[in-house]
């Protein structure tokens, strides 16, 4: 089966994509990207096919679904946070075609790779860009409060997350974490810090893929006022005294 054929069999391929005809080849060839990196350098654990299917493609076009009941087809900016090798903002970047999609990751070369990914794949409006959140977050930052929408998955637990993330959206945007099974105690140790960054938590959505026992959280969180200028720290200060 080819990769088009296993997304548009996969049970979790979200419908409103399905009239999308261009959709499955450009996932397919972030796919094809990804094997074909992973070779050169090591940009993810998953590598089997049918596992970068539905652990990379369907689990980001589940939150690009989200989004897209959210938005529909406003033009706004969203940026991804640690996207690494480009999850969920290829994906979502390849479905949601109106959305201005920044992949923030602090290693140089996923970045270059994320490029190089979103050309072969056809998405022009994907931009990856190289540095720390923190820093590129900080007040007097270009990025700081220009977002609409925040994406991130994998990359620190909540409260440590929202440091690094919250600082980004203009008010009335919404960070959408992508969670493993511990969200609802995430949630919990993260209610202090949404707060103290002028946030509120919104909603926290289970949903299933077929190949993992353990349920994944969509949490979404709302932009209601400015951030603190004292937020984000330094990353030492974030990671060891959490909001
Ligand atoms: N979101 C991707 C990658 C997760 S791995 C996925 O789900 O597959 C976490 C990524 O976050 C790594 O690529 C790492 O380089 C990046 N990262 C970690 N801390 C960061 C920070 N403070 N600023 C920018 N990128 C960061």
């Not at 949601?96 to 979103?118: G, H, I, R």
């Not at 609409?148 to 440091?163: F, G, K, Q, Y």
Request: overall charge neutral; hydrophobic content about 45%; some cysteine.
């Amino acid at each position: 089966m080819t990769i088009q054929e296993k997304l548009l069999s996969h049970a979790c391929f979200p419908a409103r994509f399905r009239k999308d005809s261009a959709l499955p080849d450009k996932l397919a060839a972030i796919a094809a990207c990804l094997i074909e990196g992973n070779a050169r350098f090591n940009l993810t654990a998953i590598t089997e096919p049918d596992a970068i299917v539905e652990k990379h493609l369907i689990d980001s076009l589940i939150a690009a679904d989200k989004i897209a009941g959210m938005v529909g087809g406003a033009p706004l900016r969203l940026l991804d946070v640690g996207s690494g090798a480009g999850f969920p903002s290829l994906p979502i970047a390849a479905a949601l075609p109106d959305l201005s999609v920044t992949a923030l990751d602090s290693t140089a070369k996923k970045c270059t790779y994320m490029n190089e990914t979103a050309a072969k794949a056809n998405i022009p409006h994907f931009t990856a860009v190289s540095g720390r959140a923190e820093e590129l977050a900080a007040p007097g930052a270009p990025m700081r409060a220009s977002f609409d929408l925040v994406t991130a998955r994998a990359v620190a637990n909540l409260p440590v997350l929202c440091e690094l993330c919250l600082p980004f959206l203009k008010t009335g945007g919404t960070f959408i974490a992508l969670k493993g099974s511990n969200a609802p105690a995430e949630i919990d140790a993260a209610k202090g810090a949404i707060k103290k960054l002028g946030a509120a938590l919104i909603g926290c959505e289970e949903y299933h893929i077929p190949s993992d026992d353990a349920p994944r959280y969509l949490v979404t969180i709302a932009k209601t006022g400015d951030t603190p200028r004292a937020y984000p720290r330094h990353y030492a200060q974030i990671s060891k005294k959490p909001l």
